[in-house]
């Protein structure tokens, strides 16, 4: 019957350490090395949230898996390549597109422009 119960419940962990990189407004993506409280497993995750308003964190979605050496080296390498892979793509006109809306005026500072030279 124990064990049913603790089927139900979820995993207790520490830290050991972890990375995190903000991105766009107020998102977040963590990479962790974690262990179970019984020090029975370590593991990696990949964690993706937000912070709130309070700069409180809240996640979304958690990735986790063995810290195995072969997990470790397949990680490596498969994001070197992709890496690499990526460097290679051809610039896309959307990218280019985008960086021309940004340096653009919003039409309210447009508008408040405007204003102002008519005043003149």
């Known amino acids: 019957m124990e064990e049913d119960e603790q089927k139900g419940q979820k995993p207790m962990f520490k830290t050991i ?3 995190e990189k903000e991105y766009g407004t107020r998102n977040f993506i963590e990479v ?3 262990e179970t409280n019984d020090n029975e497993n370590v593991f ?3 964690s993706k949230g ?4 309070n700069d409180m964190k809240r996640y979304k979605n958690s990735l986790g898996f063995a810290a195995s ?3 470790q080296q397949f990680l490596v390498d498969a994001f070197k390549e992709l890496m690499e ?6 610039k896309k006109a959307k ?14 500072n447009k508008e408040s422009k405007d204003k102002a030279e008519k005043k003149k």
Do not use: H
């Open 17 to 19: 350490k972890s990375l």
């Open 50 to 53: 937000f912070k709130t308003q």
């Open 85 to 90: 892979a990526y460097k290679k793509l051809p």
């Open 32 to 34: 962790a090395l974690k």
């Open 44 to 46: 990696f995750s990949i």
């Open 95 to 108: 990218a280019e597109a985008e960086k021309k809306e940004e340096a653009k005026p919003s039409s309210k």
């Open 69 to 71: 050496e072969e997990l």
